[in-house]
């Protein structure tokens, strides 16, 4: 495959790795970049064991161990400077990513392209973090991104139709479908999802039933493939938290109030699959 143009992600999680995998699979040369090196470390094996099991299934058509070559991770935003177009990934929390764009405005041209795969905040908000928000738009991938097909994009106010079309036309060659939404909070998948998984936990706070058996209403009952415990397990509880806390501020107060058991989970540090433990517990 004839090597792209280098792509950085800023945020090396579950999803800053995943959507790195996606780019380098489609031929990009991605930097990853995170704070630490032990982020790095997992980022590496996880993207290693998702591209192992997507070539032993003969998912994907080139050797694992050639696209992961295209991945490379960097601490120091300066080492970005080659890149195009960048994704920001961070944690949801507003101040984050802000402090990232500002120091990512060091390093953009005018023809740099930067999305953020923010699960709720305004993209025009975000935007105005960067030198260019004509260039700028929310891209929004699902979890797990090298699985999950769809993809959400958002512009800002300022958002250009070049933009625009330049990032479908990105989602397509990725292989995603994309949809558009506005620029509304949660945008589609998150204003219906994140309710119903608020509403869940709320069930199990009230002892309406086990978290087993209020998947299992979900799975079994409504043909979802996961559970909506399980799947705030997979999302993250701190990241279900602050999408709820975006929505309900500007949304409206009561409809969109997190249940006081997810405040306590994600306290006490057990925020799902990525700690180990949330409403169930991961080896
Ligand atoms: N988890 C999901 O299901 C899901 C789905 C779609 C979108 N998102 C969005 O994707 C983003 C990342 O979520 P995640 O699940 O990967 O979270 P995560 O907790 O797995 O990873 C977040 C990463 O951000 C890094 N980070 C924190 N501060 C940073 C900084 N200043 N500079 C660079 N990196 C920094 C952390 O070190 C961590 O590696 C969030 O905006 C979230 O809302 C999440």
């Known amino acids: ?13 579950q999803m800053g790795s995943g959507i790195g995998q996606v780019f380098a699979t489609a031929g990009y040369r991605v930097k990853i970049y995170d704070l630490a090196e032990q982020i790095f470390e997992k980022s590496r094996n996880r993207i290693h064991a998702s591209l192992e099991k997507l070539e032993s299934k003969g998912v994907i058509c080139e050797k694992a161990a050639r696209i992961e070559e295209r991945v490379s991770y960097h ?3 300066d080492e970005l400077r080659d890149c195009n177009i960048f994704v920001e990934s961070a944690f949801e929390d507003f101040s984050i990513k802000t402090s990232i764009f500002c120091a990512l405005s060091n390093i953009l041209t005018e023809s740099s392209y930067v999305a953020t795969n923010t699960s709720s905040y305004s993209i025009t908000a975000l935007a105005s973090f960067v030198p260019w928000p004509e260039k700028f738009i929310g891209f929004h991938f699902m979890n797990p991104p090298p699985i999950i097909e769809l ?12 933009t625009f079309d330049f990032f479908w036309q990105l989602a397509k060659e990725l292989k995603k479908t994309p949809i558009v939404s506005k620029n509304s909070p949660g945008f ?20 309406v039933s086990s978290a087993e058996h209020i998947d299992a209403a979900l799975t079994i009952g409504a043909h979802h493939p996961l559970g909506p415990l399980a799947l705030a397990d997979l999302i993250g509880l701190d990241t279900v938290l602050a999408i709820l806390k975006t929505l309900q501020k500007n949304l409206g107060e009561g409809k969109y109030a997190p249940c006081p058991l997810l405040e306590n989970y994600v306290a006490r540090g057990l925020l799902g699959k990525k700690t180990k433990r949330g409403f169930y517990e991961y080896q």
């Open 151 to 162: 993809l959400e994009i958002i512009r800002g106010s300022l958002t250009g139709d070049e």
């Open 188 to 207: 589609v998948l998150n204003r219906i999802l994140i309710p119903m998984i608020n509403e869940a936990i709320y069930a199990l706070q009230e002892d």
């Open 75 to 77: 601490a120091k935003i």
């Open 1 to 13: 495959m004839r090597e792209k143009a280098a792509v950085a992600v800023l945020g090396a999680g």
